[in-house]
């Protein structure tokens, strides 16, 4: 309550609840306000690479932090992870393919995906037991995963609560925080359970833990995640900072350094600091031991971040890109604990039918009035559901943009061929389902799932 009372002189301060169901209304703000830069799909590789999906062209995938480190990994054929999770509640939906589009079309640029069964999560935040956390993500969530195209040879599922190294990482990240950040970042209550507040601990830790030699060693990290995780990634990125052995930056009074964060071994430090610099070209070198400083005379702004890039590479290194959400069916945020905003990819026929016949629309009030007026196609989850999943070819796209706002589309006939393609989407995806529960165990490297 208090919170509305103030919201005029609020405005500036936004405070992402990823736990909340509320839809996104200003996603400018939350760049200016969060530092996220704009994405800009252009910069993903031509031919002969393939051509990144839809999603990226159509402004769905809007930001990125970071990004560079891993076009930088695509150019240069190095190795690079990219990383995601899932929280086993509920069914698997639209929204979550989204992620699994991205991971797939950065798997062919080269990139090995890991992708974590937040069942800790689920228990903390939403009360599922881990046995039904299990069940849950192997049966609505890995198996799509599986159907929808990813494959062992580059994809590797794990369990939060089966794997030690990441449990060991979340205990000794969550050292690196303390309780006054944690609630700036989330504004929890008195009724949060401790559980509930060391989950974003295990998130860093899942993102943070492929650094660690046993499961790749140091590579950059793609993060493909809702902007709703954005307070996540904020803090790993801090305590991946404050684990780091050096900071590399510009100083206040404009000089360029890398500079010793510890106290031990700091002239050995700089020595090896030296050397990754010399190596990309650098010459104007000068060690300070006393300021435990290596400074770069002659470093230009735009190779800082690969310097540093370089002199993490054996600490953690990890980039992110950030999607909007894909409105449900019925106005709210698609989330599987409320069928009718989803459509789930284990729908049956029937069910995804009646859903998008009852999905809200930018219709207008009458049928006059939308000829004369045309559809509002901006306001429509029928049409984000062409625009993110099932009409991929930009044309027709636009066909269907025109005949909306000009009044020539009616959205019962819109809806009609919306259902057409949900349903043939899913009679082909729920045929691959069905040999994917034989090959689930080969995702799995830890020998217990
Ligand atoms: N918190 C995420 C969600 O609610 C799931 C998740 C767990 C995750 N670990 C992750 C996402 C690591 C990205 C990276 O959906
Ligand atoms: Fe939405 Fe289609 Fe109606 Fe336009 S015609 S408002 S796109 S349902």
Same mark, same amino acid.
């Given at each position: 309550?208090?919170?509305?009372?103030?919201?005029?002189?609020?405005?500036?301060?936004?405070?992402?609840? @990823?736990?909340? =169901?509320?839809?996104?209304?200003?996603?400018?703000?939350?760049?200016?306000?969060?530092?996220?830069?704009?994405?800009?799909?252009?910069?993903?590789?031509?031919?002969?690479?393939?051509?990144? @999906?839809? &999603?990226?062209?159509?402004?769905?995938?809007?930001?990125?932090?970071?990004?560079?480190?891993?076009?930088?990994?695509i150019e240069k054929k190095r190795p690079f992870v990219i990383l995601t999770g899932l929280?086993?509640?509920?069914?698997?939906?639209?929204?979550?393919?989204?992620? &699994?589009?991205?991971?797939?079309?950065?798997?062919?640029?080269?990139?090995?995906?890991?992708?974590?069964?937040?069942?800790?999560?689920?228990?903390?935040?939403?009360?599922?037991?881990?046995?039904?956390?299990?069940?849950?993500?192997?049966? /609505?969530?890995?198996?799509?995963?599986?159907?929808?195209?990813?494959?062992?040879?580059?994809?590797?599922?794990?369990?939060?609560?089966s794997r030690d190294a990441v449990k060991d990482f979340a205990y000794i990240a969550s050292?690196?925080?303390?309780?006054?950040?944690?609630?700036?970042?989330?504004?929890?209550?008195?009724?949060?359970?401790?559980?509930?507040?060391?989950?974003?601990?295990?998130?860093?830790?899942?993102?943070?833990?492929?650094?660690?030699?046993?499961?790749?060693?140091?590579?950059?990290?793609?993060?493909?995640?809702?902007?709703?995780?954005?307070?996540?990634?904020?803090?790993?990125?801090?305590?991946?900072?404050?684990?780091?052995?050096?900071?590399?930056?510009?100083?206040?009074?404009?000089?360029?350094?890398?500079?010793?964060?510890?106290?031990?071994?700091?002239?050995?430090?700089?020595?090896?600091?030296?050397?990754?610099?010399?190596?990309?070209?650098?010459?104007?070198?000068?060690?300070? @031991?006393?300021?435990?400083?290596?400074?770069?005379?002659?470093?230009?702004?735009?190779?800082?971040?690969?310097?540093?890039?370089? &002199?993490?590479?054996? /600490?953690?290194?990890?980039?992110?890109?950030?999607?909007?959400?894909?409105?449900?069916?019925?106005?709210?945020?698609?989330?599987? =604990?409320?069928?009718?905003?989803?459509?789930?990819?284990?729908?049956?026929?029937?069910?995804?039918?009646?859903? &998008?016949?009852?999905?809200?629309?930018?219709?207008?009030?009458?049928?006059?009035?939308?000829?004369?007026?045309?559809?509002?196609?901006?306001?429509?989850?029928?049409?984000?559901?062409?625009?993110?999943?099932?009409?991929? *070819? *930009?044309?027709?796209?636009?066909?269907?943009?025109?005949?909306?706002?000009?009044?020539?589309?009616?959205?019962?006939?819109?809806?009609?061929?919306?259902?057409?393609?949900?349903?043939?989407?899913?009679?082909?995806?729920?045929?691959?389902?069905?040999?994917?529960?034989?090959?689930?165990?080969?995702?799995?490297?830890?020998?217990?799932?």
């Amino acid at each position: 309550m208090a919170e509305e009372d103030n919201r005029e002189e609020k405005e500036e301060e936004i405070i992402i609840n @990823p736990w909340s =169901s509320k839809q996104f209304a200003d996603y400018g703000r939350l760049m200016e306000q969060f530092g996220i830069m704009q994405f800009d799909f252009r910069k993903l590789p031509g031919p002969p690479s393939p051509q990144p @999906p839809a &999603i990226f062209r159509r402004g769905i995938i809007f930001g990125q932090r970071g990004f560079s480190s891993i076009l930088r990994a695509i150019e240069k054929k190095r190795p690079f992870v990219i990383l995601t999770g899932l929280a086993p509640s509920g069914k698997m939906h639209l929204g979550h393919k989204m992620v &699994i589009d991205q991971v797939k079309y950065f798997q062919a640029l080269g990139g090995r995906a890991v992708i974590a069964v937040a069942d800790f999560e689920a228990l903390a935040a939403r009360d599922v037991p881990l046995e039904d956390g299990k069940r849950i993500a192997i049966e /609505e969530y890995l198996i799509n995963y599986i159907a929808l195209g990813l494959e062992p040879e580059n994809t590797e599922f794990y369990f939060q609560s089966s794997r030690d190294a990441v449990k060991d990482f979340a205990y000794i990240a969550s050292s690196r925080v303390n309780l006054g950040q944690m609630l700036a970042l989330y504004g929890f209550e008195q009724s949060t359970s401790i559980a509930h507040i060391f989950t974003p601990l295990v998130q860093v830790a899942d993102i943070l833990h492929v650094q660690l030699k046993q499961y790749g060693g140091p590579a950059p990290t793609l993060v493909p995640v809702g902007v709703d995780q954005d307070p996540h990634i904020r803090l790993t990125r801090d305590i991946a900072q404050a684990l780091r052995i050096f900071s590399v930056i510009k100083t206040k009074d404009n000089r360029y350094g890398a500079f010793v964060r510890i106290e031990e071994n700091v002239e050995a430090w700089l020595d090896r600091a030296e050397a990754v610099a010399a190596k990309l070209g650098f010459s104007k070198l000068k060690k300070v @031991p006393k300021y435990k400083a290596l400074y770069i005379e002659d470093m230009v702004e735009e190779k800082l971040e690969e310097l540093d890039e370089e &002199i993490a590479r054996m /600490e953690a290194a990890n980039g992110e890109s950030f999607h909007r959400f894909i409105t449900g069916l019925t106005g709210e945020k698609m989330s599987s =604990s409320r069928p009718a905003t989803s459509i789930f990819l284990t729908d049956t026929a029937e069910e995804a039918k009646k859903k &998008i016949m009852a999905s809200k629309t930018g219709g207008r009030e009458s049928i006059e009035m939308q000829r004369k007026l045309g559809g509002e196609y901006q306001k429509c989850p029928v049409y984000e559901l062409f625009v993110y999943h099932f009409v991929p *070819d *930009d044309e027709e796209l636009n066909r269907i943009t025109v005949s909306c706002s000009e009044g020539k589309r009616l959205c019962g006939e819109c809806k009609k061929e919306a259902c057409s393609l949900a349903l043939e989407f899913l009679k082909n995806h729920q045929e691959k389902r069905k040999n994917a529960p034989a090959r689930l165990q080969q995702y799995f490297r830890d020998n217990r799932t």
